[in-house]
């Protein structure tokens, strides 16, 4: 999986209106679990071209964008240009081929970017490492969806299920909730999200 040479080329085509919805409505969803954050560094980890990060900019100190796919990141640092933003890094780096030890963060959220992961446990161990002590990973993703059948995804995750993943790699207070359902949003079928809330 990982599918960053796709992401490659459908950089400068990513942000279409539904794309942008959606965004907004995990932004939203992500808000809802903020706390103090203004003094905090965040992550948006696998951040393709920043509709999320970009919209949780004012609720952080800063924010690092971070994602596979150097096309991706283009479009990010096009926009932190035009929009002459101060608190934002970009970094290009593959967490699935090893780990970054000077890379630290107080939140890491993750939106629609564990069903291109193979090895789940392995990514959810190293940004566990990445978290400051105290720290939140925040997941949006799907729900499983059985009527999704894909060699390029998973076809969502069982709440439960990753919830013991990450209990058993160290993460505490692990919660989640399904927030959002909607038409043909995922691979053209009907399907819900959830968000998962993480301590370190």
């Known amino acids: 999986m990982g599918n960053a040479k796709k992401f490659e080329l459908i950089a400068d085509v990513y942000d279409t209106p539904e794309r942008i919805k959606i965004a907004n409505i995990a932004s939203d969803a992500i808000r809802?679990?903020?706390v103090d954050t203004k003094d905090k560094r965040a992550i948006d980890f696998g951040c393709g071209t920043g509709l999320v990060?970009?919209?949780l900019l004012n609720n952080f100190s800063s924010i690092c964008f971070l994602d596979t796919s150097q096309n991706m990141l283009n479009q990010i640092?096009?926009?932190v240009f035009d929009?002459?933003?101060?608190?934002?890094d970009?970094?290009?780096f593959d967490f699935e081929k090893g780990g970054l030890s000077d890379l630290h963060a107080d939140y890491i959220f993750m939106v629609q970017v564990l069903l291109h992961i193979g090895d789940v446990e392995l990514i959810l161990s190293r940004l566990y490492d990445?978290?400051?002590e105290g720290g939140h990973l925040l997941i949006v993703d799907f729900n499983k969806n059985k009527q999704v059948i894909s060699d390029f995804v998973h076809n969502?995750?069982?709440q439960i299920e990753l919830a013991n993943?990450?209990?058993k790699i160290g993460y505490k207070s692990v919660q989640s909730k399904t927030f959002h359902t909607a038409n043909k949003i995922f691979m053209g079928q009907d399907a819900s999200m959830f968000i998962l809330d993480s301590l370190k």
């Open 90 to 92: 970009i970094e290009c």
């Open 165 to 167: 993943i990450m209990t």
């Open 130 to 132: 990445v978290l400051n």
């Open 156 to 158: 969502g995750f069982d």
């Open 53 to 55: 990060g970009l919209n």
């Open 77 to 79: 640092k096009q926009k």
């Open 32 to 34: 809802e679990y903020l």
């Open 83 to 88: 929009l002459n933003i101060l608190n934002a």
